[in-house]
């Protein structure tokens, strides 16, 4: 051919025929090496990530958990007992205990005796039942700031129930939380730990200040030799020993609130 174009030489079987396969060169898998930084980081990260689900469960099951124990044990009347007496005393009700006499209803007994042949009949003999009846009630028979015995245990009665409240607004928001994503979660788990840390002072403050009202008139009346931190013939009952535990774990929850979106420091998914 003209134009130093070189002659392209055909084969006769396959001219006028439309090439269905081409030959491709050769190609060579190569396995990723499992030790490298990469695939390591890519591991860390992927535990790291399974750990923050554990971490935002853990939050929101304890932030729950010690909510409800807060404030099972401020509604219940037993932070001060006296078993001799069968009396208990809370932050704002109270229980004593009630007796009453009761006319048994056995037939009544009619004894004869025989003295020199001649029957002496004796007078009926009455059986009589005590019953013994827990009655319990606000403070002043209905709740008021002002009906309680002490200065000290109406203070504890707005912080320990206070810090309940902050606490229980905490548990909610750690539940909404768990379920954002992890960018919102981050900002939402900062302030609801700084929730929980004015609810866990707040409910020290009730629990420190409790034993301040024992001096009062009203529990001296009930618990002989009474004073400050000093309980007499009383004792410390089982919801304030609830109160303390229930703010002992609570202390956990703003820790455990800054590792809702815990990563492996700054190292990226590549």
């Known amino acids: ?42 591991r860390r990260n992927r535990k790291c990530c399974d750990l923050a689900v554990y971490v935002r469960a853990l939050w929101s099951g304890l932030s729950v ?13 037993y932070w001060l007992t006296n078993v001799q007496k069968r009396s208990s005393f809370g932050l704002y009700s109270y229980c004593v205990q009630d007796n009453y006499v009761e006319a048994g209803t056995g037939r009544a007994e009619r004894r004869t005796n025989w003295t020199h042949g001649v029957p002496e009949v004796s007078a ?101 030799d009474a004073r400050m931190f000093y309980a007499g013939d009383c004792s410390m009952g089982w919801s304030f020993t609830l109160g303390i535990m229930a703010t002992a774990l609570s202390a956990f929850c703003p820790f455990l609130s800054q590792y809702v979106t815990f990563r492996a420091g700054d190292e990226s998914d590549v």
């Open 1 to 42: 051919m003209s134009g130093g174009r070189k002659s392209e030489k055909r084969d006769p079987e396959s001219a006028g025929k439309h090439v269905l396969f081409v030959q491709l060169p050769p190609v060579t898998c190569k396995c990723p090496d499992p030790f490298s930084p990469q695939r390591r980081r890519r």
């Open 65 to 77: 958990v010690v909510t409800l124990s807060c404030c099972l044990a401020f509604v219940q009347p």
């Open 124 to 224: 009926d003999t009455v059986r009589y039942v005590v019953h013994y009846r827990e009655d319990c009630s606000p403070y002043g028979q209905y709740f008021r700031l002002a009906h309680l015995p002490s200065n000290a245990w109406q203070i504890a009665c707005v912080l320990f129930g206070g810090g309940c409240f902050l606490l229980g607004f905490g548990a909610l928001a750690s539940v909404v939380t768990s379920l954002m994503v992890d960018w919102w979660a981050s900002r939402f788990a900062g302030y609801t730990g700084y929730i929980q840390t004015m609810g866990v002072m707040t409910c020290v403050g009730g629990l420190l200040t409790f034993p301040l009202g024992l001096d009062s008139n009203f529990v001296r009346h009930y618990c002989s």
